[in-house]
């Protein structure tokens, strides 16, 4: 069964910096990503980066979130810097092959003002 470990969230101050990480087991995934979900709003697309290296980012964290991934770990990073209070959310690492899709348990952030 495909587990997705994420690791790396906390609690930071306004215009700190956080790494997130997912671990992936099983085969390599098409594309990988992060998405994050703030108490009371839908779940939504942080960023996305594909087997290739080719990546997407949302307009609400483009300049300041990296996403990158290690196909030899099988593991997706988002790198985050510059961040907000409305970048508080639990956020979810995603990987996707061309019939399923995976989901890990969440990691929270918690970003004070």
């Known amino acids: 069964q495909v587990r997705l470990v994420e690791s790396g969230g906390g609690l930071v101050q306004a215009g700190g910096s956080l790494r997130l990480s997912c671990a992936a087991s099983?085969?390599?995934?098409?594309?990988m990503g992060w998405y994050r979900q703030a108490s009371g709003k839908q779940r939504e697309l942080v960023a996305t980066?594909?087997?290739?290296?080719?990546?997407n980012t949302a307009d609400s964290v483009k300049g300041r979130f990296t996403i990158s991934r290690d196909n030899a770990k099988n593991t997706v990073y988002l790198q985050m810097n510059s961040l907000k209070p409305e970048d508080t959310a639990v956020y979810y690492c995603?990987?996707?092959?061309?019939?399923?899709?995976?989901w890990g348990q969440g990691t929270q952030v918690t970003v004070s003002s």
């Open positions: 980066v594909s087997v290739g290296g080719s990546t």
């Open positions: 099983g085969s390599l995934f098409n594309i």
């Open positions: 995603n990987a996707k092959t061309a019939d399923s899709s995976y």
